[in-house]
């Protein structure tokens, strides 16, 4: 439900007209401080799609969140990245537009609105010449069903496979788990079954 939801915004705003004005679309990098700043600065104007820190659960209805970084820079200053130039997009332009298309939005199965556009100020985002405004989505979804355990067959074999350092690539891990396991490439370091 969350990774759908998160999917199709990117998906949306890449679809969108707006979309021709920006040199990126996508999820947020997975980069803290100094290093994200340098991509924002790099890539914008752009447009990131994050999740929210936390989701409220009651009753089985999620409060779900996400934020939508709106970055610009221009090189004929702070004044020209918020609004704009005639020539390069500004940070309220892609707020604005992006804001509208994503208001009543509904992202996979959850139906998200805008609450809010809040710009950060932060010393190295100016630094970089950039202007960000990060508007905030939410709505309600419904978890989906839990698993009836007694549906299941009863849990007849473990089988444990192990890699150390170095490790394999993710696709090697995805043949080890396939059914028979493929060790045409590489096998494990250490194998364990448990026949219960």
Known sequence: MLAEAENALVAAIKAAPIAQK????????DLDGDSLVKRFATDAPAVYVAPAASFGISNSVVTVGFGIACVAR?????????KGDGKMIGMYQIAEIVAALLDGFKAGDVPLYATSISIMNEEKIYKAGLQVAVITLQGKATLPPSIDATSLDDFITLNSQYDIDPHVSAAEHAKWAQEPPDHSTSKPDLTDNVTL
């Open 22 to 29: 920006l040199k990126q679309v996508d999820t947020l990098p």
């Open 74 to 82: 221009n090189a004929n200053g702070q004044a020209a990245a918020r």
